[in-house]
């Protein structure tokens, strides 16, 4: 503007505008390329509750890492997200997408979704040397010859089926069993182990069930199940979606069989669902709840939370466990780049040395045996209390 | 034998329940041809509405109130979905309710977030026992939700005024609007109702097993039923509700031991088997076309 004056405030923005532009490409080149950790959760569709309790736990483990462990090495970890919508051609083209955008030797990590999804992916992921675990437990995933790059953190479906019949066996030695699983990957996984190893124990499968993954009417499958006399009904496949149903129908007709499930039926939705009807429910789980405050890692992350502002809310099992994969996978980083190897092979290296740490006490080791981590706890439904109590000590499963 | 009467008697009662849901969907198709894909959305909403209302009232009172939430909610969808669409080729009209199904499911997830959700309480406890034969609870108000609903809508479509004029827009929405009959009124009433009649399955289905998007899921089972029932027949939707219920729960009984997972298609299986003798299902109109 001809004939005005420049003010001193003017002069002073100016300037600092000016040094902002120059400074900032030695700024930019200072900075550390981040870390990165992919996460492909059902954020959308039937599962959207565990997708969004996972975000939740990725998102304040990755902050805690950066806020109070110093990142990975002084670089940042960076979290990538993407929904499956817990549909394996959507989660495919989202780890493609992935894959190909991201560069190799800074995308060190994917975490996926469900075993149909895990197992469509599993060998691209071997090929691509890709460090990979998931929501899934399945049995299959855990094979290190096959798929070298895949770790299951935490006991497979078949661990959890076998910590469950080793307590019917000792509970009841020649026990009658029903099984009811849902139509799916997730549900068939670890059938044909629980056969074997129920002839093993001498325990007599009386039953076998196949439903959908929801149900709309629990009473035929509960009529047949009080026709074959089973003392003990073994869930597999759902995530509170049918056993509330199936435990309600069984107070219904009088069927006192005793119910039980593994990891993804530990959720106290179950029992809030299901009502007094849960009580007594045997599930196997190997994190810790929200509730378990003597826990350092549940401690952790509440201050965390509360640190942050964040939601003061109980958190699942879902989260719990995302928040146990977070901090672990972020601990191998570190060892990886420690050891001057922070590169996918330095982090399957740190992986499968990671025997004493304890994720703050959330798993009871992280020795991994053949690629997973064979240890859980049972623990039973209190319907008075609306949460799972603790029923046994650590069950060493391998 | 008692096994086979306690199946039947199951099989029925969750035939009632896939009847209500059904009557809703083939109210709207016989009063406008169009084929809502959003029911299952229908039924979540009603769901959640029930929860949000379960919160500060006991359930049954909450089941209540959730009816006239729900029928304003299909209004609702009429005024922003359909009635923009009036006169249009029936085919947009159900492309609009893909589109407002994927709405909706994006919607009720904001509105009140993905987490698990279940009801508090439930409602008056109306178990029979027959001897062996036992009918519990939930099966009971099926029946009697159902039953009543569905012959009230039978007698109503064919003897009331307002019945007249549905079908009287059914038969020719033009025709109707030419006569001074209040077509888009009598459409807003038809999608309330449905509205209503899905909120009460998904009520009854959130009390088994909680709220959430499985219910969509559960609302699937509305399109085998009304297929078989023949798309534009109320009394149909109960008839077929009734037989796919029985038919799933004695393949429950008998079938799926010999072929696992049978159950699940059975009630497709047997609206393959109607559809090729009868196409217009078990009791739909035949429609005639001179060209």
């Known amino acids: ?63 805690l890492v950066n806020d109070e462990l110093g990142g990975i090495a002084g670089r940042p970890l960076e979290l990538i997200v993407e929904d499956t919508g817990y549909d394996v051609a959507k989660g495919t083209a989202a780890f493609n997408r992935v894959v190909n955008r991201e560069r190799p030797d800074e995308l060190l990590f994917v975490y996926g979704d469900s075993t149909g999804l895990s197992k469509a992916l599993a060998p691209e992921i071997t090929r691509l040397g890709l460090p990979y675990t998931a929501t899934s437990y399945s049995g299959e995933l855990a094979d290190p010859e096959r798929y070298p790059t895949i770790y299951v953190f935490g006991p497979t479906y078949q661990d959890m089926m076998e910590a469950l019949l080793r307590e019917i066996a000792a509970r009841k030695p020649g026990a009658r069993i029903a099984l009811v699983y849902s139509n799916s990957e997730f549900g068939r996984d670890p059938i044909p182990y629980v056969k074997r190893r129920a002839a093993a124990l001498e325990l007599e499968i009386v039953a076998e069930e196949v439903t959908p993954l929801v149900l709309t009417d629990a ?74 405050v003597d826990v350092p890692g549940i401690r952790r992350a509440r201050a965390y939370r509360r640190q942050k502002g964040r939601p003061n809310k109980p958190m699942t099992t879902y989260y719990v466990g995302a928040f146990f994969v977070g901090l672990t996978v972020a601990e191998a980083m570190r060892r990886a780049a420690a050891a001057n190897r922070l590169s996918r092979e330095g982090v399957l290296e740190a992986l499968g040395n990671l025997a004493d740490y304890d994720a703050f006490g959330l798993i009871h080791s992280l020795r991994f045996v053949r690629h997973r981590l064979p240890y859980t706890k049972l623990y039973r439904a209190d319907a008075r209390a609306r949460r799972y109590v603790p029923y046994s000590d650590w069950i060493q499963l391998a | 034998m008692s096994f086979f009467l306690q ?178 009124r009598i459409v807003a009433l038809v999608w309330g109702l449905s509205a209503a009649l899905a909120a009460v399955g998904g009520a009854l289905l959130a009390g088994l097993s909680g709220v959430g998007p499985h219910l969509i899921a559960m609302g699937l089972m509305v399109f085998p039923v009304a297929i078989l029932g023949g798309m534009d027949s109320v009394g149909g939707a109960l008839l077929a509700g009734m037989l796919v219920g029985v038919a799933e729960s004695l393949s429950r009984g008998y079938l799926e031991a010999l072929v696992p997972g049978i159950t699940e298609a059975t009630p497709f299986l047997i609206v393959l088997l109607v559809l090729l003798a009868r196409p217009y299902g078990l009791f739909g109109e035949r429609e005639i076309e001179r060209v």
């Open chain 2, 7 to 184: 199946l039947l008697v199951a099989g029925i009662a969750t035939g009632a329940l896939y009847a209500l849901m059904a009557m809703g969907f083939v109210l709207v198709y016989r009063a406008t041809r169009v084929v809502n894909f959003a029911i299952g959305e229908f039924l979540l909403v009603g769901g959640y509405l029930t929860y949000t209302l379960n919160l500060v009232l006991p359930l049954p009172w909450a089941m209540v109130l959730t009816l006239p939430l729900a029928f304003a909610f299909g209004l609702l969808v009429e005024r922003g979905f359909v009635r923009p669409l009036l006169g249009r080729n029936v085919v947009a009209v159900i492309m609009a309710t893909i589109g407002l199904a994927l709405a909706l499911d994006g919607a009720t997830q904001l509105a009140w977030g993905p987490d698990q959700k279940y009801l508090e309480g439930q409602l008056p406890v109306l178990t029979l026992a027959l001897g062996e034969l036992i009918l519990p609870s939930r099966s009971v108000w099926s029946l009697l939700l159902a039953l009543p609903a569905a012959l009230a809508l039978v007698y109503a479509l064919k003897r009331s005024r307002y019945g007249v004029l549905v079908r009287a827009v059914a038969e020719s929405e033009v025709a109707a609007l030419a006569m001074k009959i209040p077509a888009p």
């Open chain 1, 1 to 63: 503007m001809p004939g005005k004056k420049l003010t001193r405030r003017q002069l002073l923005k100016t300037g600092a505008a000016t040094a902002a532009v120059l400074a900032a490409p030695r700024w930019v080149r200072a900075q550390p390329r981040p870390v990165k950790l992919a996460v492909l959760l059902p954020l959308t569709g039937p599962f959207a509750f565990a997708g969004a309790a996972a975000l939740e736990a990725f998102q304040d483990a990755v902050g």
């Open chain 1, 219 to 292: 009473g035929p499958v509960v009529l047949k199940l009080q026709r074959a006399r089973a003392d003990y009904v073994l869930t597999q496949g759902y995530v509170a979606t049918a056993e509330p149903a199936l435990l309600k129908a069984a107070r219904e007709f009088g069927f006192r069989a005793t119910f039980m499930g593994t990891y993804y039926s530990a959720s106290n939705a179950l029992i809030q669902r299901a009502g007094p009807a849960a009580d007594g429910f045997l599930a196997t789980y190997h994190n810790a709840y929200w509730y378990e």
